[in-house]
């Protein structure tokens, strides 16, 4: 194999990686309003309240922060999984394990993805008010997130006492971990690097002259 075409096969396999890490750095920042779809809780009032239902709730997207990589633009919406809409946080301040994994899911082109929450790492608890930071990982179909962070801020109030509306708004932000290295990546690794290594050999070797016997 000649040095320049081995030197591109090295340089093509180590772009390809760069390419792949670079997707991996992608970021989830998005925020917005929860719309009262008659969010409930379980409590005498919502500062002391053990659990929130968000079944008919809407997430209004208002703001996409830079490089975010969730598909979503503002005045795009999304509900939470049916089945896992009751926040379960129980009477303290956390973190706490929640009482159910709580699944936010959205869609962008042919993408899905999925952030599933497993605790409360923070329960703020002002008069009327309930202030939820929720913790998970999450994933997409296209590959792009594979089990990273995942944070879901909530904020909830309700100005008027028991009785009265709710308001509320939300954050979520993630950063990507690149996913451990398939075997076949790690080849494709070692023949990149010793393809370029071989290159450099052979181009060190043309240039150092022959002396004369």
């Given at each position: 194999?000649?040095?320049?075409?081995?030197g591109?096969?090295?340089?093509?396999?180590?772009?390809?990686?760069g390419?792949?890490?670079?997707?991996?750095?992608?970021?989830?920042?998005?925020?917005?309003?929860?719309?009262?779809?008659?969010?409930?809780?379980?409590?005498?009032?919502?500062d002391?309240s053990t659990?929130?239902n968000?079944?008919?709730?809407?997430?209004?997207?208002?703001?996409?922060g830079?490089?975010?990589a969730?598909g979503?633009?503002?005045?795009?919406?999304?509900?939470?999984?049916?089945?896992?809409?009751?926040?379960?946080?129980?009477?303290?301040?956390?973190?706490?394990?929640?009482?159910?994994?709580?699944?936010?899911?959205?869609?962008a082109?042919?993408?899905?993805?999925?952030?599933?929450?497993?605790?409360a790492?923070?329960?703020?608890?002002?008069?009327?008010?309930?202030?939820?930071?929720?913790?998970?990982?999450l994933?997409?179909?296209?590959?792009?997130?594979?089990?990273?962070?995942?944070l879901?801020?909530l904020?909830?109030?309700?100005?008027?006492?028991?009785l009265?509306?709710?308001?509320?708004?939300?954050?979520?932000?993630?950063?990507?971990?690149?996913?451990?290295?398939e075997?076949s990546?790690?080849?494709?690794?070692?023949?990149?690097?010793?393809?370029?290594?071989?290159a450099a050999?052979?181009?060190r070797?043309?240039?150092?002259?022959?002396l004369?016997?």
């Amino acid at each position: 194999m000649k040095s320049p075409v081995v030197g591109a096969l090295g340089a093509a396999v180590i772009a390809a990686l760069g390419a792949s890490s670079a997707a991996q750095a992608a970021i989830i920042d998005f925020n917005g309003e929860v719309l009262d779809g008659s969010i409930t809780y379980t409590g005498t009032s919502l500062d002391v309240s053990t659990e929130l239902n968000l079944d008919s709730a809407t997430f209004l997207v208002l703001k996409v922060g830079a490089g975010d990589a969730s598909g979503l633009a503002p005045d795009d919406g999304f509900a939470l999984s049916p089945a896992t809409s009751d926040i379960i946080y129980g009477p303290g301040s956390g973190p706490t394990s929640l009482g159910a994994n709580v699944i936010v899911s959205w869609s962008a082109g042919a993408d899905t993805f999925t952030e599933t929450l497993t605790s409360a790492l923070s329960i703020k608890r002002p008069a009327n008010e309930i202030d939820l930071t929720l913790s998970g990982k999450l994933s997409d179909t296209g590959g792009v997130f594979t089990d990273s962070p995942v944070l879901l801020m909530l904020s909830l109030s309700q100005p008027d006492g028991p009785l009265g509306d709710i308001s509320a708004s939300f954050a979520t932000m993630s950063g990507g971990v690149p996913a451990i290295p398939e075997p076949s990546t790690w080849a494709m690794m070692a023949l990149g690097f010793g393809a370029l290594g071989y290159a450099a050999l052979r181009r060190r070797k043309t240039s150092i002259p022959t002396l004369p016997a």
